[in-house]
């Protein structure tokens, strides 16, 4: 996904922020504090102090993670949406640093050096090239003994490329094939998101396609999400490996997700 794809997305979910803003904590905490307070758990074990929400969008879970207690920075690829970002922990009563960054970027883009690290979409990574710089990106943005929190392939699931089709299959088959996602209209713009998927060989994509009605023109936009099915945990060990973390496991949080689901997280120490 390109980036002008993401500002698309980005973009027209800010216009229909009325429709989240009310209910975003519940949707990023749930009962629990699902994934950020698991997150604070793992910096309370190694007593870290400075975090990063490296995948903040408009900062909804960077907020939720700084009302738990974290000392939490933000940053993302997209300039508007670091943008929104700003203005939505204002808008909050929070005062909350953000920046734009890539993750291969992070360590000339910031004079912090953080204690734990956030990623929620490292697996939607594309190419081994632009994995292993971000690697090392991270690597170079954490202090000695800092951690990289993310979701990915988990400790002793299977490695091999029959098994990850079976994933993707199973994948496939959970969800909708083309759905109407939100129509919202302020001033006299209509937009309406439709979302329509797609299965590639090793891959879903997520089409979204927004048809906005504009006083009394009509346009489309676009944008593709990719989720690949790459990155099987024998992948993973040698890639962290090569980026020189000392470290790297799955830890499950029993009843931490929503609905009491166990939520699965990896971590990488340096």
């Known amino acids: 996904m390109t980036r002008s794809e993401w500002e698309t997305l980005y973009r027209w979910e800010w216009f229909r922020r009325e429709q989240w803003r009310p209910r975003f904590r519940e949707q990023k905490a749930g009962k629990t504090g699902g994934s950020c307070r698991v997150f604070k758990d793992l910096l309370q074990e190694i007593d870290g102090d400075l975090a990063l929400d490296c995948t903040c969008g408009f900062g909804l879970k960077t907020i939720v993670m700084k009302e738990m207690g974290i000392h939490i920075v933000g940053s993302d690829a997209c300039a508007f949406a670091v943008e929104k970002a700003r203005e939505l922990a204002r808008l909050e009563g929070h005062e909350i640093e953000f920046f734009t960054s890539s993750w291969a970027e992070l360590p000339s883009r910031t004079s912090h050096r953080f204690d734990g690290i956030f990623n929620d979409a490292l697996s939607w990574t594309l190419t081994r090239e632009e994995f292993q710089a971000s690697l090392v990106g991270f690597y170079e943005a954490l202090n000695p003994g800092g951690i990289l929190v993310f979701f990915g392939a988990e400790e002793g699931s299977p490695s091999d490329s029959e098994s990850r089709r ?105």
């Open 166 to 270: 079976k994933l993707l299959d199973d994948l496939w088959g959970r969800r909708p094939k083309f759905s109407i996602e939100w129509t919202h209209k302020a001033d006299d713009v209509r937009c309406t998101s439709i979302l329509v998927r797609e299965k590639g060989d090793m891959h879903v994509d997520g089409h979204h396609v927004f048809l906005i009605e504009d006083g009394g023109s009509q346009r489309t936009e676009t944008a593709t999400i990719r989720e690949p099915m790459y990155w099987d945990w024998d992948i993973l060990q040698g890639l962290f490996a090569e980026a020189g973390f000392a470290s790297l496991h799955t830890r499950s949080f029993p009843g931490m997700g929503h609905g009491g689901a166990t939520i699965n997280l990896d971590v990488a120490a340096k």
